[in-house]
T-cell receptor, first 114, second 115 residues
Framework: AQSVSQHNHHVILSEAASLELGCNYSYGGTVNLFWYVQYPGQHLQLLLK??????LVKGIKGFEAEFIKSKFSFNLRKPSVQWSDTAEYFC????????????FGKGTKLSVKP | NAGVTQTPKFQVLKTGQSMTLQCAQD?????MSWYRQDPGMGLRLIHY???????DQGEVPNGYNVSRSTTEDFPLRLLSAAPSQTSVYFC??????????????FGQGTRLTVV
């Protein structure tokens, strides 16, 4: 079965620190990849997506992610985090043949200390 | 555009009660789905639909029913609520019947507590 793994359950950083959240998926075919953010008490918002082409994807709020097909990875990065980035981050995969169903990782909580 | 609209936003049920969570989208999307979000579990797919009249089970369908009589609406029914169904429920829609290269749009969520 397809699965998505997020390596860190909770990450605590100070403001201005760099961020990298890991995401690996298990599917050998064509995939679409997504990162969503959920601020406390809010719904999911799309940060960025990868469909095809340039494996380095830039999203909103200064986030970017790199698709490395050989490693089945789609890690999220931000050079300098802010207190307002405190949220939970979800990686998700839509795999060819899955009828459009998104498979989500279990999420990573990011806490940024001011 | 309203996008994906879920009602209610909050609900408290007693064990054994039934209720319907409403989901409507105004983007003419063929694909709609329901997820539940539990702490430490991410989002898990309950049911989905690739078009009017077509529904199928996801990862955690037990205790839930769905129907899709129109393109716009995809209600989720709890027939006999149980405390294990306490969760936050999200409805999503996307263009295309399960095609790749489409983005899912999520509703605001319904926070359900079963006591």
């Amino acid at each position: 079965a397809q699965s998505v793994s997020q390596h860190n359950h909770h990450v605590i950083l100070s403001e201005a620190a760099s961020l990298e959240l890991g995401c690996n998926y298990s599917y050998g075919g064509t995939v679409n990849l997504f990162w969503y953010v959920q601020y406390p008490g809010q719904h999911l918002q799309l940060l960025l997506k990868y469909f095809s082409g340039d494996p380095l994807v830039k999203g909103i709020k200064g986030f970017e992610a790199e698709f490395i097909k050989s490693k089945f990875s789609f890690n999220l990065r931000k050079p300098s985090v802010q207190w307002s980035d405190t949220a939970e981050y979800f990686c998700a995969v839509n795999a060819e043949g899955s009828q459009g169903n998104l498979i989500f990782g279990k999420g990573t909580k990011l806490s940024v200390k001011p | 555009n309203a996008g994906v609209t879920q009602t209610p936003k909050f609900q408290v049920l007693k064990t054994g009660q039934s209720m319907t969570l409403q989901c409507a989208q105004d983007m003419n999307h063929e694909y709609m789905s329901w997820y539940r979000q539990d702490p430490g579990m991410g989002l898990r797919l309950i049911h989905y639909s690739v078009g009017a009249g077509i529904t199928d089970q996801g990862e955690v369908p037990n205790g839930y029913n769905v129907s899709r009589s129109t393109t716009e609406d995809f209600p989720l029914r709890l027939l006999s609520a149980a405390p294990s169904q306490t969760s936050v429920y999200f409805c999503a829609s996307s263009l295309g019947q399960g095609a790749l290269n489409t983005e899912a749009f999520f509703g605001q969520g319904t926070r359900l507590t079963v006591v």
